[in-house]
């Protein structure tokens, strides 16, 4: 599994790498749980986690008080969530997760990016059996087993932890998020996450190679350029 999020993690780097992109997708994300579950941190664990990762990703204050502003005043778009599954570029499995304020225009956007590279788009549930969806915590230490320990004492249901290069990477299922981070906090002091997320992470990968390889980096910034695309997940390994 730590193979697979180290290649999404560069694919991360990759894909969200403009400042203006990064704020906009968690402009309105932040606004839309907020919407949904309330503009209080401390009442919405969601909204709390959201935003401690905008401030590891550097997001301004202001950009994050202006979503919740939004979301307080009704003012904002009436964004709602719409996933596209397919394959890519030497047929790797893709999964594009998108905010919309209007369903077709995003279909349209996100259907030429992989007409563009001669991918295939699919219908739901196409490839996402195929990926984890995970809440993944990375921190510094060098003791995976008082880490595990802690984790089954507040039963969590952990799925996996790697020790690597004197950081921990926590693995659960993404309903385990609020437990595990919060089991993690409780259990060592002052521990800072490097890497506190959720996201999905392909079962297996598979090597591209050749003119796919370049195919799949034009297909991923066609799509970091989509507005509405707020995540990119796939199986590509390059």
Do not use: W
């Amino acid at each position: 599994m730590g193979r697979a999020y180290q290649n999404r993690k560069e694919s991360i780097a990759k894909t969200a790498n403009a400042k203006s992109k990064v704020y906009s997708k968690y402009g309105r994300e932040i606004y839309m749980v907020a919407k949904s579950g309330g503009a209080d941190p401390d009442g919405n664990l969601a909204l709390r986690g959201l935003i401690d990762r905008a401030k590891k990703d550097q997001v301004p204050t202001h950009v994050i008080d202006k979503a919740l502003q939004k979301a307080t005043s009704g003012a904002g778009e009436d964004f709602s969530p719409a996933r596209y599954e397919g394959f890519g570029p030497g047929n790797c499995q893709v999964i594009v997760d998108c905010l919309t304020d209007n369903p077709n225009r995003t279909i349209g956007d996100v259907r030429q990016c992989f007409n563009k590279v001669k991918a295939k788009i699919g219908t739901s549930g196409t490839v996402s059996h195929m990926f984890d969806h995970c809440a993944i915590l990375v921190f510094a230490g060098d003791d995976e087993d008082a880490v595990l320990e802690a984790l089954m004492m507040a039963d969590v249901d952990v799925t996996d932890i790697e020790l690597e290069g004197g950081k921990v990477t926590v693995f659960a299922p993404h309903t385990e998020y609020f437990k595990t981070k919060q089991a993690l906090t409780e259990a060592f002091a002052d521990i800072d996450f490097e890497v506190d997320t959720i996201q999905y992470v392909p079962q297996t990968t598979i090597e591209i190679t050749g003119d796919d390889v370049a195919q799949m980096e034009r297909f991923l910034d066609m799509l970091d350029d989509v507005d509405d695309v707020q995540n990119v997940y796939h199986n590509a390994e390059y």
